[in-house]
């Protein structure tokens, strides 16, 4: 017996609504199946700053939620020590700065004074926690450290940098974890290096020194006798150009150099010109005799 017309029609309709929906699915299955494959982003977590901690000379601004009259702008003295409306003295130096609210807060919730405070403590001025910055430099002097992510180039850009007869390197001395700490620091090395681990986060109370660069000091049948910087891999030919040649007189034939020896005697070298020379080289070149 044939099937009726209507029936055969919601068979039909059925059927490619099953499908459909089936196809939705399989599509919504595989598309989670990606997004559970698909590697997971990364992001860059932020590097551990270390908190700033307060100092000797530090201005200070404290405020508490919704009590205005607890409002107070000082310095910290220097015994580390703020005076605090109610609660009198209190000891926040080398206290970092959530440690230091937390403090004010716990003496106004004990004292009764404040239930639960919100205690905020804002540096407006740092005056306690200086860097020394001494020698070779175009301004050396005392800076503080205004943020605690001041590395050691940005207190040689605040002094002005290297002055043109300092060294190429640097001697940062200070204390690291309790300990004395001593560091000498090539500056090329520092700012040509990709990880940059030379460039030092600077603590309180570090000393950054330049000394004088060495020098060799060229005479005789030169254009510009006198003394010069020895530059890093320098040669006795690029130190005789930098005296801006020999004189019609001066010969390559008879150049010495004068050398301290180990035991402080002055040895006379005869040096080829791709001689690396040393500090405090004495550089004679002599007079032609023909």
Do not use: W
Request: aromatic share 6%.
């Amino acid at each position: 017996m044939p099937m009726p017309p209507t029936r055969l029609f919601a068979i039909c309709l059925l059927a490619l609504f099953v499908d459909a929906s089936g196809a939705q699915t399989l599509s919504a299955m595989e598309g989670s199946a990606q997004q559970g494959s698909a590697a997971p982003q990364r992001s860059d977590a932020p590097l551990d700053t270390p908190e700033y901690r307060l100092g000797p000379g530090d201005a200070v601004r404290i405020q508490v939620f919704q009590n205005s009259d607890l409002t107070l702008e000082t310095r910290v003295s220097e015994a580390g020590t703020i005076t605090y409306p109610l609660i009198g003295t209190v000891h926040v130096g080398d206290l970092e700065i959530s440690k230091a609210e937390a403090l004010i807060a716990r003496l106004l919730d004990e004292g009764g004074f404040v239930i639960k405070p919100q205690v905020t403590l804002l540096v407006t001025q740092i005056r306690g926690n200086d860097v020394s910055v001494l020698g070779q430099f175009n301004r050396p002097g005392r800076f503080p450290l205004e943020t605690t992510r001041t590395r050691l180039s940005d207190m040689i850009a605040q002094a002005g940098g290297i002055a043109p007869n300092g060294a190429d390197s640097v001697i940062l001395v200070g204390v690291r974890d309790g300990k004395p700490f001593r560091r000498e620091i090539n500056l090329t090395t520092m700012f040509t290096s990709t990880e940059g681990s030379d460039d030092l986060l600077m603590q309180p109370g570090d000393v950054i020194y330049v000394q004088r660069a060495p020098q060799v000091y060229i005479y005789g049948e030169v254009q510009r006798a006198g003394a010069f910087r020895l530059e890093r891999d320098m040669t006795l030919m690029q130190a005789l150009a930098e005296g801006g040649g020999l004189t019609p007189r001066g010969t390559q034939r008879h150049v010495r150099v004068h050398r301290r020896s180990a035991s402080g005697a002055i040895v006379e070298i005869e040096p080829k010109l791709d001689d690396l020379l040393q500090p405090d080289d004495v550089v004679y070149v002599r007079e032609s005799l023909f």
